[in-house]
């Protein structure tokens, strides 16, 4: 998967905030603790320092959601952190985005924090930010 099919696809996915540009994936991608997980369809980009795992960006094209791709997905990027030795995940999702916050819930996320007015919206008010934590350990 390429940085312009991750642009593409999280373009496709990110209607109600900014997306990322090929220019933000190949650069993210170009860093030797950043990991790429999943396809076209459903990617994760994640960043793994030490025993700390974060969720970066998590994207699935509107054509394929609702089939379970996110969950694998998560599931994947989960593994892979654990195999490179973390043991705590972080994410951030924005407080209106209700099926991502509910996926991160039934994943074993809890909410750690808030970023009040993190996610600029082109209509209405800015939305806060939710943190969210999972121990890997276990899963």
Not at 58 to 78: C, E, F, K, N, S
Request: glycine fraction near 6%.
């Amino acid at each position: 998967m390429t940085p312009q099919d991750m642009a593409d696809t999280h373009a496709a996915a990110f209607t109600r905030s900014r997306p990322w540009s090929t220019e933000e994936f190949a650069d993210l991608v170009a860093n030797r603790f950043t990991y790429t997980l999943g396809d076209k369809r459903s990617f994760a980009l994640i960043q793994v320092i030490s025993d700390e795992a974060e969720l970066l960006t998590i994207a699935t094209h509107p054509d394929y959601q609702r089939q379970g791709l996110a969950r694998r997905v998560m599931t994947g990027w989960h593994a892979k952190a654990q195999h490179l030795g973390a043991s705590r995940a972080f994410l951030e999702v924005a407080s209106d985005n209700r099926p991502a916050v509910a996926l991160y819930q039934s994943c074993g996320y809890t909410p750690c924090g808030r970023r009040k007015a993190y996610y600029h919206r082109e209509i209405g008010p800015n939305v806060d930010a939710i943190v969210m934590e999972c121990h890997l350990s276990g899963k």
